[in-house]
């Protein structure tokens, strides 16, 4: 019932910015929480941050709290990825997923799974 499509990755040298973008149709932002994950080159997938239909409902991990921030535009059913100061360790494919949001959840929970996801977008972060 969601398709999620990211975009906005591309190459950057360290310390630059990005802006990633998962923009969701369907349903309003008002319905679903959509988190961001990132996987490294070999490595597993991990989640990364997250936002949810209220607004305490907004979470960072802490490698990247201070670099990255997480927002919405609700007008166009986006959620807004904005990675700064980019390290080598920030390269991969970032991806986001969605999940119906429900009453005392939180965007940050393990539970239930995220359902739906996007093909993800190629992020190259150069020494």
């Known amino acids: 019932q969601l398709q999620l499509v990211e975009s906005g990755g591309g190459s950057v040298q360290a310390g630059g910015s990005l802006t990633l973008s998962c923009a969701v149709s369907?349903?309003?932002?008002?319905?679903?929480?959509v988190s961001w994950f990132h996987q490294a080159p070999g490595k597993e997938r991990e989640w990364v941050s997250c936002?949810?239909?209220?607004?305490?409902?907004?979470h960072i991990k802490d490698r990247v709290k201070g670099r990255f921030t997480v927002s919405k535009d609700s007008g166009a059913n986006t959620v807004i990825l904005r990675m700064k100061r980019l390290l080598p360790e920030d390269t991969g494919i970032y991806y986001c997923?969605?999940?119906?949001?429900?009453?005392?959840?939180?965007?940050?929970?393990?539970?239930?799974?995220?359902?739906?996801w996007g093909q993800g977008t190629q992020v190259n972060v150069s020494s």
């Open positions: 997923a969605a999940r119906w949001w429900r009453r005392g959840t939180e965007c940050r929970d393990t539970s239930p799974p995220w359902e739906y």
């Open positions: 369907g349903y309003s932002l008002d319905f679903y929480s």
């Open positions: 936002l949810g239909p209220t607004g305490p409902n907004r």
